[in-house]
Each structure stands twice: as structure tokens, then as C-alpha cells.
T-cell receptor, first 110, second 114 residues
């Protein structure tokens, strides 16, 4: 079945460091791909999305590119801030399936 | 432009009582999803509903748990005879079409069982 794998956390970075959180997926067709962010005590918020191969989703300095050949959708940000500390979830949607990865906790230190 | 509304935000129950969690989807959304999240863990899918229909309940325990999404009113997740292991955050999400569209989440209900 469809599945999403993310790099294990926690990821700890210093402010202004470069961020990569890896995400790979398995799907029977061509899914839509998403990154969500969850701040403490809150629900998930959609961060960015991509609906077809080579699409790049971007928002708030975060980017991810839909790579069909490597079935990946890695999240990147050039310079993280303390306020980016949260849990990040990669997800896919195909047909009526919506599958989340296990989440990666990011801690950014001042 | 209200988002997904869940209530209550916090719910405390004693073992054996019933818990009712409510979710009003975003305006124009007719697809509702319920998830459970244990502390420091990811989301576990429970059930997917459209108006008056359960589409997929493969993630919901067969006993004590039920969900509905009536023609009028919010979606309800009901847990009967709660046990300590039911303590978790329960999130509701909604989408417009249920296919390849992002889900929009509420802020969750934190259920604590004494």
C-alpha cells in the first residue's frame, strides 16, 4: 500500500543553519505531496504542496521539489529560525488515500 | 473564514464514562477525517466520513469507538467506557473533495482519563 518514510528526529540545528528533512514515498500511482507543520499544542498546518512531478512547493522560506525518479519530496530551508521549531510531517494523497509520515521534530537553538 | 473547529479543547473523563468529541469542518468541506496522536508520536488515522456515510473506518477500534457525520451538524467521535489508554489528542481534518486535496486540521481535543 501507499506509505511515507521520513528521516528520524529529533533534528537539532543552530539558528541560520541549513535544513533538510528527507521524505520518500511509495504509491501505486502519482500522488499529490504535502508538508505539514505542527507547533506545540496545535493542530497540523499545511506548509506547502506539489501535485505533479518536478513541481516545487514553497512557503515561508521552505521548499520541496516533487522528484518522481527518486520518489522523494525533501523539505529544505536555507536559514532556520528559532520559531521554526516544530514537528514536520510529510504526506501523500492518492485517490481517497491520505497517508502521513511519522513526523520529524526540529529544534532550533539560538 | 472559520477553519476546522473542534470542541472541547480539553476533556477530562473518569474511567468508564463516555467521551464525545465534536468537529465542524471548514465551510464547503464535506469530507471529515479523525486522527489520534499520542504524546511524542505521529498521527494515527481512525476514520474517514462524508455526510451521512462512513467511507473508511479501518483505523478505528471495533469496540467502544464510533463516529458519525450527520446531514446537519458537526461530526462526532464517541468513545464509550473510556479507559486510561484512550488518553490522547484527537484531531479532526476536513477537505473539499477528498481526492488529492490538502486536509485542513482543527486544533484538536486533548482527552485525559483519570
Amino acid at each position: 500500500g501507499d506509505s511515507v518514510t521520513q528521516m528520524e528526529g529529533p533534528v537539532t540545528l543552530s539558528e541560520e543553519a541549513f535544513l533538510t528533512i528527507n521524505c520518500t514515498y511509495t504509491a501505486t500511482g502519482y500522488p499529490s505531496l504535502f508538508w505539514y507543520v505542527q507547533y506545540p499544542g496545535e493542530g497540523l498546518q499545511l506548509l506547502l504542496k506539489a501535485t505533479k512531478a518536478d513541481d516545487k512547493g514553497s512557503n515561508k522560506g521552505f521548499e520541496a521539489t516533487y522528484r518522481k525518479e527518486t520518489t522523494s519530496f525533501h523539505l529544505e530551508k536555507g536559514s532556520v529560525q528559532v520559531s521554526d521549531s516544530a514537528v514536520y510531517f510529510c504526506a501523500l494523497s492518492y485517490g481517497q488515500n491520505f497517508v502521513f509520515g511519522p513526523g520529524t521534530r526540529l529544534s532550533v537553538l539560538p | 473564514n472559520a477553519g476546522v473547529m473542534q470542541n472541547p479543547r480539553h476533556l477530562v473523563r473518569r474511567r468508564g464514562q463516555e467521551a464525545r468529541l465534536r468537529c465542524s469542518p471548514m465551510k464547503g468541506h464535506s469530507h471529515v477525517y479523525w486522527y489520534r496522536q499520542l504524546p511524542e508520536e505521529g498521527l494515527k488515522f481512525m476514520v474517514y466520513l462524508q455526510k451521512e456515510n462512513i467511507i473508511d473506518e479501518s483505523g478505528m477500534p471495533k469496540e467502544r469507538f464510533s463516529a458519525e457525520f450527520p446531514k446537519e451538524g458537526p461530526s462526532i467521535l464517541r468513545i464509550q467506557q473510556v479507559v486510561r489508554g484512550d488518553s490522547a489528542a484527537y484531531f479532526c481534518a476536513s477537505s473539499r473533495t477528498g481526492t488529492a486535496e490538502p486536509q485542513h486540521f482543527g486544533d484538536g481535543t486533548r482527552l485525559s482519563i483519570l
